[in-house]
């Protein structure tokens, strides 16, 4: 089965999410300096998120660039990493508005959490049937970055009840690793 | 004509479906765990209706792989799939925050079954152009699926009156049932 | 100039404007057959411009599948085109809302007068580009449909102030009309 | 790298940003035409922005059409540039209903010129990748119309808060300077 289709959908829901954020920006019920002042927090969580799903689009991108077919399984692990990340707009929102009290910074760090895992899921879809041998076990490697992740969100998670400042902290530190470009599968594909 | 524009403009709609029930969750009021429970019902319409959505995906994806060509009956007959589609949002709000009442949790059952019918004159709109020797046509087979589909949402809209718990327990049987990888159409290409 | 991007940009677009319309249909406020009744003018209105949407899409792909290429023209006036289109949402809703209100029912018109109006400079952009001689010139021939929707319109924006029954009928009919497949630039294919 | 999916991608939340700024022209509450009237500085704001959108989507279309491939910081410099174009719907919204205040008007400015700096970046990024001799950097030339857009958006913003006239006015003279077509890429692939 060709990946065309699978690519052009999946960006066509990640181009929906990260605009649809934009909706969550409410404008201001004034019009002078101070109406935009409550618009601020909301607008970090907006930039944080955008972020993430410019991050997600990226690794999705040089995922499937990798790969020259898709079955039915890898299908639906792509509509499950969809699912997570189309929850990103509501919990930016509600972690914007609550500026981070406990839960939404903790339901923000979940909603990471999920959709690192659901990452990993059709990572390994892919894996099981592509072999240990493909490219795409080479590019990989240990994938240390993504373990990393899993653990930063669950600390924000926790973190959330008792500091959820440090909680954001570490989203923010994650996004930034990210951000700094994972060259290791243009190195493949550069050999 | 070619397939290729149908398709993407059916991704495009149906990532937009998709995508657009995340809108219909409302961010809650307060900011503690007890206000996230009138989301909770939401959720999980929306959840099976992400479900759904992604099955007519992946058939559509499936059904569109396998044949050449489209003529201008099967653009309508496919606008006419998507309009149903479409309807999916709006009804999904209503069924979970009505906590499945009768008439949300019928009418969700009506659009499921609409869609259902929908794409069974799109796939023998389909089926005319190609001949009963085609390739689709060995592929659908008898397509006791597509039949008990039907059977089963009727049953659920005429019980959402009587046990709208039952309804719902049945649409999300038979979205299980689908998401059972539907093989036929892989094994024949396999062949 | 390639004619893919500008294709996979209108699809995109025309796909956000029909299902955006969904958002329109707000959902009721109670949950028995009688709290669905205000939805039903909206519900009408949302077909009949979903049904225009589609027309137009149809229109659109086999305009862009008989020429090879565009140039800076017709990539604005294929925008011009779809800034109309994107009004249709608005005064769709305004149209069910108010029950066929004179203001709403003429702005309805006034819109698809000056869709149709853009698709008429869209398609002289393109002929200016290829010349009379083109498999395009040949296959648009006289556009009496194109003409004849421009007269029905404008009565109907008109009709709208006396009416307004009348002018929605008139827009039905004319949809009816389309409906029918163009089956000139078809013919010319098959030729 | 290909460049197929971040034009695809591009596109998608182009056509996005274009659309959604329908959804901020709020149905008017009465149906005669004096209830239309609050609306229209909304919409003139949201015919500005809608030409802004088609500017970009023109130059970011001529721009990925003049280049054979992107690299990993072109996709950053990209999503950098969408972030700005994705803030025009809600700034236009506030500009349209402060009835060009002081504060909205000086915002948008500064929206226009942050995308302006982030077209600038991924210009600047893609030579180089391309180098001084590429067709993109002879296409580009000394790029008279970016850097006199810069000044005229940083002078909008200033003059915001003594004439926001003046600076609506710059606004749309610098569209109309944009609207005519940008000929130098179009040239240089003629000859």
Redesign the interface.
């Known amino acids: 089965?060709?990946k065309g289709?699978?690519?052009?959908?999946s960006?066509?829901?990640?181009?929906?999410?990260?605009?649809?954020m934009?909706?969550e920006?409410k404008?201001?019920e004034g019009?002078?300096?101070a109406s935009?002042r409550p618009v601020g927090p909301v607008f970090c969580a907006y930039?944080l998120s955008?972020i993430y799903v410019?991050i997600y689009?990226?690794n999705h991108?040089h995922l499937f660039?990798i790969v020259q077919k898709v079955?039915?399984?890898t299908?639906?692990a792509n509509?499950h990493l969809?699912?997570w990340l189309?929850?990103l707009?509501?919990v930016t929102?509600?972690l914007g508005?609550?500026h981070m009290?406990?839960?939404?910074t903790a339901?923000y760090g979940v909603v990471l959490l999920m959709a690192a895992f659901a990452y990993f899921i059709l990572v390994h879809t892919m894996l099981r049937q592509h072999g240990p041998d493909s490219a795409l076990a080479r590019a990989l490697g240990r994938d240390r970055k993504g373990k990393l992740s899993v653990v930063v969100y669950l600390a924000g998670v926790v973190l959330a009840f008792v500091l959820p400042w440090v909680s954001a902290a570490l989203y923010t530190l994650m996004a930034a690793i990210w951000?700094v470009?994972d060259?290791r599968i243009?190195h493949m594909?550069n050999e």
């Open positions: 089965m060709g289709r699978i690519e052009a959908f960006d066509g829901v990640i181009a929906i999410i990260i605009t649809i934009v909706l920006l404008v201001p019009f002078d300096l935009l930039v955008f410019g689009w990226n991108h660039h079955n039915g399984a299908l639906w509509l969809l699912f189309s929850l707009p509501a929102h509600w508005e609550s009290a406990a839960w939404p339901l951000l470009p060259r243009e594909l």
